[in-house]
């Protein structure tokens, strides 16, 4: 079963314009979600994270929101600037035997458009 | 300040062939993750270790995959008999007791069975 589905494969973003990228979960007993980015060939790199006891955390260009009662969050990149043009992956955290065990979506892949 | 290492980037084996992976972590982080990562999908978890203990393993982790981390420090992951659905990305993260849910990743190794 997919716990944490992200169900847009791919956006295509102008510069300068607001990128959103959305991320469904079913298991309410995730506490943690991140975010994480990825270029081809290198590793998810962390972007940004928020804890289930808030619903907004920011970080410069990137915000994140999280409406625990539809167990949805979205990454609000604004401004879009090409070298944001990566795959993004949610992705959700349980602690489970001191184990902070992430459950990945599929990615969306964001291009930017100059 | 170095991230997360891993050795070798690629790897191509052909069917039946044992194969090893190394990873070594950021040096403070006393928790190592392995993923596995397939072509359009999210990383899934394989195993945990804290420090040297190996503390949960994935259902995915098959009997032909061993991992260890000895004396707690870099790890590796071992396949047997490798099969061509072995075929992927293998991730390494790890992440400090001291820090959030953050985890920090390496470039991955690639492994292709023929």
């Known amino acids: 079963d997919q716990q944490v589905k992200q169900n847009s494969p791919s956006l295509s973003v102008q510069e300068g314009r607001i990128s959103i990228l959305n991320c469904d979960y079913t298991?309410?007993?995730?506490?943690?979600f991140l975010w994480y980015k990825k270029y081809p060939a290198e590793g998810p790199t962390f972007l940004i994270s928020?804890?289930?006891?808030?619903d907004k955390n920011e970080d410069g260009r990137f915000t994140v929101f999280l409406n625990k009662s539809a167990k949805h969050l979205s990454l609000h990149i604004v401004p879009s600037q090409p070298g944001d043009s990566a795959v993004y992956f949610c992705?959700?955290?349980?602690?489970?035997?001191?184990?902070?065990?992430?459950?990945f979506g599929q990615g969306t892949r964001l291009t930017i458009n100059p | 300040d170095t991230g997360v290492s891993q050795d070798p980037r690629h790897k191509i084996t052909k069917r039946g062939q044992n194969v090893t992976f190394r990873c070594d972590p950021i040096s403070e982080h006393n928790r190592l993750y392995w993923y596995r990562q397939t072509l359009g999908q999210g990383p899934e978890f394989l195993t945990y270790?804290?420090?040297?203990?190996?503390?949960?393993k994935s259902r995915l982790l098959s009997d032909r995959f061993s991992a260890e981390r000895p004396k707690g420090s870099f790890s590796t992951l071992e396949i047997q008999r490798t099969e061509q659905g072995d075929s992927a990305m293998y991730l390494c993260?790890?992440?400090?007791?001291?820090?959030?849910?953050?985890?920090?990743f390496g470039p991955g190794t690639r492994l292709t069975v023929t």
């Open positions: 270790f804290q420090n040297e203990a190996q503390l949960e």
């Open positions: 993260a790890s992440s400090s007791f001291r820090g959030g849910y953050e985890q920090y």
């Open positions: 928020i804890s289930s006891i808030k």
């Open positions: 992705a959700a955290s349980r602690l489970i035997q001191g184990a902070q065990k992430l459950v």
């Open positions: 298991n309410s007993m995730f506490d943690y």
